[in-house]
């Protein structure tokens, strides 16, 4: 009778699992080019957004800004989310997420939340040009973080 009841609670935690992966969105990944050349407007890197994007990137000690450009593929409200994967203090000026419209006017801004995370939304326009910016101003010497900023509709 055990053998059962535990068979089906593991037959069943597998279904849970498999069911849940299985209706999981797709998303694309998209890995920082870091050349350097991305910390400005100008130099912003392009990317192509789809339904779900994960930007990776990397944001070295003092003072880096990582600019990425994409246009709004529909009408829809967009979430913006930063993980990033180093404890770092919350609430500060450490990690920061600016979206800027194509005149490059901000959209929406967040800092870095107490369980290292930046979250927010924003209604985007369809065929508009958009930049997102991660801002650090991690200064622990000679230390970086990496960062992935999931952006979905």
Avoid: H
């Avoid at 050349?37 to 003092?62: K, P």
């Avoid at 529909?74 to 989310?81: I, K």
């Amino acid at each position: 009778m055990k053998k059962k009841i535990v068979a089906g609670i593991l037959g069943l935690t597998l279904a849970v699992g498999l069911s849940t992966s299985a209706f999981a969105a797709p998303f694309d990944i998209y890995k920082e080019f870091n050349d350097g050349n991305n910390g400005s407007f100008d130099g912003a890197e392009n990317y192509r957004q789809t339904n779900s994007v994960e930007i990776q990137g990397n944001a070295s000690s003092e003072r880096d800004d990582d600019y990425y450009k994409f246009v709004a593929p529909n009408s829809l409200r967009y979430e913006f989310e930063l993980t990033v994967d180093r404890d770092l203090t919350a609430n500060t000026d450490n990690a920061i997420v600016t979206l800027y419209d194509s005149a490059k006017n901000i959209v929406k801004t967040n800092r870095l939340r107490s369980d290292n995370t930046i979250l927010f939304r924003s209604n985007l326009t369809a065929g508009e040009t958009y930049y997102v910016r991660v801002e650090s101003n991690y200064s622990a010497r000679n230390k970086t973080f990496n960062y992935n900023l999931l952006v979905r509709e």
